[in-house]
């Protein structure tokens, strides 16, 4: 069986726009993907409502993801693949920007990649999310936030070639909700996890081949 963390904010916790209450794991973008790939992969959330990458108290662990990452990984090893959707909240830092936001992701790669906690002792692989942007519906209430997303898109795309990763913009995939501007709606988290199904398996089947 492979081992999937799905570790990332309030969009992998199933925040509900509109209500803040949690969508049920049926709905949630790692448990449609679960259903999706079926009973021969077990999937991991790791979501929480305001984490952001690496900002912040790091005594503080649930609001900064690089003070939780590494006990998380060895709570949950052997781990074949991490799916990593970070930076929204600090896209909302404005003294944040994208290339800020995309050297924060830089270290927690590297932090990945220096662990263990895949099999065989080596490090899981990776899929780098680049989150989306902020509605159209909203752009003028978050029009810094857009134009920041774009920018992160591009910066984690670099990141992704330089490492050696795979990645995904979500935002070519789902659209935020009107309703509240960051959150996924129901249909987005169906849609995403439809999208990602196919290259986790390839992920998952590359990672086969060469043990």
């Known amino acids: ?35 999706l790939l079926g009973d021969s992969v077990r999937i991991i959330e790791q979501g929480l409502n305001g984490r952001t990458i690496n900002q912040g108290n790091a005594n503080q662990v649930p609001s900064n993801g690089m003070a939780y990452l590494l006990p998380c990984l060895m709570t949950h090893a052997p781990i074949d693949l991490v799916v990593l959707m970070l930076g929204t909240n600090d896209m909302g830092r404005p003294q944040l920007t994208a290339h800020d936001i995309a050297q924060d992701m830089e270290q927690m790669i590297q932090a990945i990649q220096n662990t263990n906690v ?7 692989a990776i899929l780098l999310l680049a989150p989306p942007p902020a509605s159209v519906e909203c752009s003028l209430q978050f029009a810094p936030f857009v134009n920041k997303a774009r920018e ?13 990763i795979d990645w995904l913009d979500v935002g070519t995939v789902i659209q935020s909700s009107a309703i509240d501007g960051i959150h996924f709606d129901a249909p987005a988290h169906t849609a995403l996890a439809t999208a990602l199904a196919p290259r986790v398996r390839a992920i998952l089947d590359r990672i086969a081949s060469t043990n």
């Open 1 to 35: 069986m492979s081992t999937i963390l799905a570790y990332g904010d309030s969009n992998t916790w199933g925040y509900e726009p509109g209500t803040g209450n949690r969508f049920p794991p049926s709905i949630r973008w790692p448990g449609r993907l679960q259903q």
């Open 152 to 164: 992160l898109a591009e910066c984690y795309h670099s990141l992704a070639n330089r490492y050696r």
């Open 118 to 124: 895949g099999h065989d002792d080596q490090s899981p």
